[in-house]
C-alpha cells in the first residue's frame, strides 16, 4: 500500500517529470505529424530547428503560466482550458517567430495544424490520465490531506461543504476547531467541533494533520496572529481564506506588490498571457476580416453617401477600457438631426430619424462593421461588452451595482450578451440589468475559446435580431 502522502513527498520530482512529458508531447505531436504529412522521420534541418525552439518554448512558456503548481481541488476542465490556452500561446509565438523571419515559407501548413491537434490531444491526454491515477488514489485512501478548519461560521461550514461535495480533492476535515463554538455545539454537519486553540500544536503533530485552514472574519487579526504564533514550530502548511466572498469579485487572486501580498478584489483579467493572446486575437482577426469585407464596406459607403445628406460614419465618443473616452465609428443610419447637450436618445422601433437604408443595416449589425477599424486602432475588442454612450454610463452607473466593471475589458463589437438576445434598445432598468449580468460573466470567464466560441454564434444569432432597430 502507498503511503498516504506519496505525492506530497515527490511533488517536485513530479513537476520536472510533468515538464519533460509535456516536452515530450510537443516533440511526439511534431514527429508524428511530419510522418503522416510526409511519410518519413528524415527531419529536415528547419523542421529540427522548430521542434528545437517548441521544446524550449514549452519549457519557458508553460512554466510561467503556473501549470505546475498544484492542481488539487481543480476540476479537469478547468486544467484542460489552461492546457489549451497555453499551448495555444506557444504556437502562436511560432507563427510570429517565423512570420518575423520570414520563414514561414518553410514549413508545410498542414503539417503545422496537423502538429497543433496532435500535440494539444497528447497534452491532454497525459493531463487526463494522470487525473484519473489521482481518482483512482484518493478513492482507494491515498494521497489525501487531512485538514483542520479554524472558525465555525458560514464561511468555515461553506468551505466544509465545498470539500465534502468534492470528494475528488481528496481533502479530508479532522474538525473545527472553536473556542466560543464547542461550547454550545460539539459537531457540526458530522464534524467534530473542538475546543483548545492554544494546543493546536500539539493536535496537528498528533493526528499527522497536513494543512490548517483559517476561516475567520477579517477583523479577527488578534487571533490569526496568535494562531500563527501557536503553530510557529510546525511544519504544516496554513491557509487563510478570507471572509470576501460575497462582493462581487473579478479575476480575484493575490499578487505582490513591492514585496507585499496585495488582494485583489476587481481586477481587469487582461494582463499578462491573457493580455498578450487577447490582442493578437483581436489584431490579426480585424486584419484577416477587414480584407474580406472591403468591397462590402465600399459598398455601403457609397449607398450610404447616395441615400441622404450627410457623413458616411457615424462618430461618437463612449467609454472604452478602464473607463476613457474612446471614439466609435459606425456607418450613418439616421438623418442628420441635433440634439440637447449631454442628450443621447436611444433609437426605438419606428423611429422616424432612421432611415430605410439605415433600418436594413442596423437590423443585420452592418452598420457595426467601421467598428473593426476601432478594434486594429487598440480601442475596441472583436468580443466585449458593447460600448454605451456616454450619457447612459452616466445615467446607469448609481443604479445597478457593478456597472462599471463592464470596463475592466475593452468594449466589443459583438459579447456574451449579444448572443444571448440582449442588444438592442434597453428601454427598461431590468433589461439594462440582464444586459450587465451577461457582461459581467463574460468578464468573469473570459477564455481564448469563449471568445471564438462567440464569434461563432455571433454569424448566426448575434448580428440579426429582432430587437435590432
Request: aromatic content about 12%.
Amino acid at each position: 500500500m502507498f503511503p498516504r502522502g506519496l505525492l506530497q513527498e515527490y511533488a517536485s520530482a513530479l513537476s520536472l517529470i510533468a515538464r519533460i512529458i509535456d516536452i515530450f508531447c510537443v516533440l511526439a505531436g511534431g514527429a508524428l505529424a511530419f510522418y503522416w504529412r510526409f511519410g518519413h522521420f528524415n527531419f529536415p534541418s528547419d523542421y529540427q530547428v522548430a521542434l528545437l525552439i517548441s521544446a524550449l518554448l514549452t519549457l519557458i512558456v508553460f512554466s510561467t503560466s503556473g501549470i505546475y503548481t498544484s492542481w488539487r481541488g481543480k476540476r479537469w476542465l478547468h486544467q484542460a482550458r489552461i492546457v489549451t490556452m497555453v499551448w495555444l500561446s506557444v504556437v502562436i509565438i511560432m507563427i510570429l517567430v517565423a512570420f518575423l523571419t520570414k520563414t514561414s515559407t518553410l514549413f508545410s501548413r498542414q503539417w503545422m495544424a496537423m502538429w497543433t491537434g496532435t500535440a494539444w490531444a497528447l497534452l491532454l491526454a497525459f493531463r487526463l490520465s494522470f487525473y484519473k491515477l489521482l481518482q483512482v488514489m484518493r478513492e482507494r485512501g491515498w494521497n489525501h490531506k487531512r485538514i483542520i478548519i479554524v472558525g465555525t461560521g458560514e464561511l468555515a461550514q461553506s468551505i466544509a461543504r465545498n470539500i465534502r461535495e468534492s470528494s475528488w480533492t481528496g481533502l479530508d476535515i479532522v474538525a473545527f476547531f472553536d473556542d466560543d463554538a464547542c461550547a454550545v455545539t460539539r459537531e457540526i454537519d458530522g464534524i467534530d467541533v473542538k475546543c483548545g486553540v492554544s494546543d493546536l500544536h500539539r493536535i496537528v503533530a498528533r493526528n499527522r494533520i497536513n494543512e490548517v485552514w483559517l476561516a475567520l472574519p477579517l477583523k479577527e487579526e488578534d487571533r490569526m496572529k496568535e494562531i500563527l504564533q501557536n503553530l510557529r514550530h510546525s511544519t504544516v502548511n496554513i491557509r487563510f481564506v478570507p471572509g470576501i466572498f460575497g462582493f462581487r469579485l473579478f479575476n480575484h487572486s493575490i499578487t505582490e506588490v513591492a514585496g507585499l501580498p496585495v488582494i485583489d478584489l476587481n481586477a481587469s483579467p487582461m494582463v499578462g498571457v491573457n493580455r498578450f493572446i487577447k490582442e493578437l486575437e483581436d489584431r490579426v482577426l480585424a486584419s484577416l476580416i477587414l480584407i474580406v469585407i472591403s468591397p462590402l464596406l465600399l459598398l455601403i459607403s457609397v449607398v450610404v453617401k447616395l441615400s441622404s445628406r450627410g457623413p458616411v460614419l457615424f462618430k461618437q465618443m463612449r467609454h472604452g477600457w478602464d473607463g476613457k473616452p474612446i471614439k466609435v465609428y459606425k456607418f450613418r443610419t439616421m438623418l442628420v438631426h441635433e440634439e440637447d447637450r449631454g442628450q443621447v436618445t436611444q433609437a426605438c422601433k419606428g423611429d422616424m430619424r432612421i432611415t430605410r437604408l439605415g433600418a436594413f443595416l442596423r437590423k443585420s449589425s452592418l452598420d457595426e462593421l467601421p467598428q473593426f477599424f476601432n478594434v486594429l486602432q487598440g480601442r475596441m475588442s472583436i468580443v466585449g461588452p458593447r460600448p454605451h454612450a456616454i450619457a447612459h454610463n452616466d445615467q446607469y452607473k448609481d443604479q445597478i451595482d457593478a456597472y462599471m466593471m463592464r470596463h475592466k475589458v475593452k468594449p466589443g463589437i459583438t459579447g456574451w450578451a449579444q448572443i444571448n438576445g440582449w442588444r438592442g434598445e434597453t428601454d427598461t432598468l431590468d433589461k439594462m440589468k440582464r444586459r450587465i449580468e451577461f457582461d459581467l460573466y463574460y468578464i468573469e470567464n473570459w477564455t481564448l475559446w469563449l471568445d471564438i466560441k462567440i464569434i461563432f454564434l455571433s454569424m448566426f444569432n448575434g448580428f440579426v435580431h429582432r430587437n435590432a432597430y
